[in-house]
């Protein structure tokens, strides 16, 4: 089982900029894809970003242009810059794993990190 811990959750003001961080307990490189996702108090998770074992990364509309998704294999981690924040980014951000075993999917979730943007 993949633990993941992510970091880097902060206040900020509009227009800052944050690097979440997610580092999981095994080798991410049989990992099929890593994400970003958020929930907003009162919504819905949602997708913020993703990002598959070859590279190709997926954004959100809403975060295009601002927000970018890596992953760093030797170290086991995923990271999520952060650029020209709004107070619509505001939310808890979980790290999600999600690998191809057989015909099953196994995905794996973080504990979350708060993001609030705020003046």
């Known amino acids: 089982q993949v633990q993941l811990v992510e970091s880097g959750g902060d206040l900020v003001q509009p227009g800052g900029s944050l690097t979440l961080s997610c580092a999981a307990s095994?080798?991410?490189?049989?990992?099929?894809?890593m994400g970003w996702y958020r929930q907003a108090p009162g919504s819905q998770r949602e997708v913020v970003a993703r990002v598959t074992k070859s590279g190709s990364t997926d954004l959100a509309d809403s975060v295009k242009g601002r927000f970018t998704i890596s992953r760093d294999n030797a170290k086991n981690t995923v990271y999520l810059q952060m650029n020209n924040l709004k107070p619509d980014d505001t939310a808890v951000y979980y790290c999600?794993?999600?690998?191809?075993?057989?015909?099953?999917?196994?995905?794996?979730w973080g504990q979350g990190t708060q993001v609030t943007v705020s003046s």
């Open positions: 095994e080798s991410i490189f049989s990992i099929n894809i």
């Open positions: 999600n794993a999600q690998r191809l075993e057989g015909h099953q999917v196994l995905s794996y």
